[in-house]
């Protein structure tokens, strides 16, 4: 298996730009998380998922985040628009119950 | 609501000397407990887990933690630490009331210096 795979690597945007990140969880994964890291933050739990349906969006800092999972093998998160305070590292990872894996994540700035 | 105390921010260690890393959690209940490692740019990569049973869990790369209910500890272990182990570490709880241990809360990372 490919291990969860998340696009870009890397992302650079202009402050008021849309952006997308996009993640493909691994197969059989019926969890899937995302994730927000930062030197002062720490990591953050956004959004999780279970068989493609949002169970806790609580973490979501504000409207301008949104995430989907229009099927199993793929989810998305959006800012709209971006802030420079939007800059930080987010990953996906996904679970089918004993621990989870995973992306190498997609490093947003927001200039 | 559950939480994770990695009291050690920063820890530089000698190649070949023994290692510990705290970990301190607070839950309600018989807590689902983790350690990660995580790499310049990449993931985090899980080491072991503690869901119950044996109180010592062995993990890859040669890493060990220990459940210690008393203390609310679930500290890692390595007996002879070697270059490659330099990366960041945290400590993680699940939580069981949420239907299962998928939500997990992460501490806030022990980065480990190996000097020569």
Request: aromatic share 12%.
């Amino acid at each position: 298996d490919a291990g969860v795979i998340q696009s870009p690597r890397h992302e650079v945007t202009e402050m008021g730009q849309e952006v997308t990140l996009r993640c493909k969880p691994i197969s059989g994964h019926d969890y899937l998380f995302w994730y927000r890291q930062t030197m002062m933050r720490g990591l953050e739990l956004l959004i999780y998922f279970n068989n493609n349906v949002p169970i806790d969006d609580s973490g979501m800092p504000e409207d301008r985040f949104s995430a989907k999972m229009p099927n199993a093998s793929f989810s998305t998160l959006k800012i709209q628009p971006s802030e420079p305070r939007d800059s930080a590292v987010y990953f996906c990872a996904s679970s089918r119950g004993s621990g989870y894996t995973f992306g190498s994540g997609t490093r947003l700035t927001v200039v | 609501a559950q939480s994770v105390t990695q009291p050690d921010i920063h820890i530089t260690v000698s190649e070949g000397a023994s290692l510990e890393l705290r970990c301190n959690y607070s839950y309600g209940a018989t807590p689902y407990l983790f350690w990660y490692v995580q790499s310049p740019g990449q993931g985090l990569q899980l080491l072991l887990k503690y869901f119950s049973g044996d109180t010592l869990v062995q993990g890859i790369k040669g890493f060990e933690a220990e459940f210690k209910r008393s203390q609310s500890s679930f500290n890692l272990r390595k007996p002879s630490v070697h270059w490659s182990d330099a990366a960041e570490y945290f400590c993680a709880v699940g939580d069981m009331n949420s239907g299962g241990y998928q939500k997990v809360t992460f501490g806030i990372g022990t980065k480990l210096q190996v000097i020569p």
